[in-house]
């Protein structure tokens, strides 16, 4: 429960993160979406690799996994290509935003 709450809450940084540029006239990435962005990948691989013993009667949805460790790898490729930039584009910007509600979206479904 504590790494689930771990890895909302990184997700939730990288939107709020991504949001406050959303009036700024260049947008620069801060820093903190790539640290909540590895946050919540390794919050992620721990409750994968506990899930076992956590829950050992619930199977585990790889699909869900999956899509969740792809959304946040492109998230995390896109900071790491962007974040030296003294400007962000708008199209990177709003994608890591619309990918960071999929991924929260995923994450609060059943």
Known sequence: ???????????IGILVLLLIQWN???RKLNPGVLHAGLAALIAGVVMVGLH??????????????GI??????????LGYKNIKKP???????????????VNLVIALAP
């Open 1 to 11: 429960m504590i790494m689930y709450v771990i890895h909302l809450l990184s997700v």
């Open 52 to 65: 076992e013993s956590v829950k050992p009667d619930e199977e585990l949805n790889h699909t869900k996994v």
């Open 68 to 77: 969740k460790f792809f959304i946040l790898a492109v998230i995390l490729v």
């Open 87 to 101: 400007v962000v584009s708008t199209k990177i910007w709003a994608t890591m935003i619309g990918l960071a509600i």
């Open 24 to 26: 700024k006239s260049p």
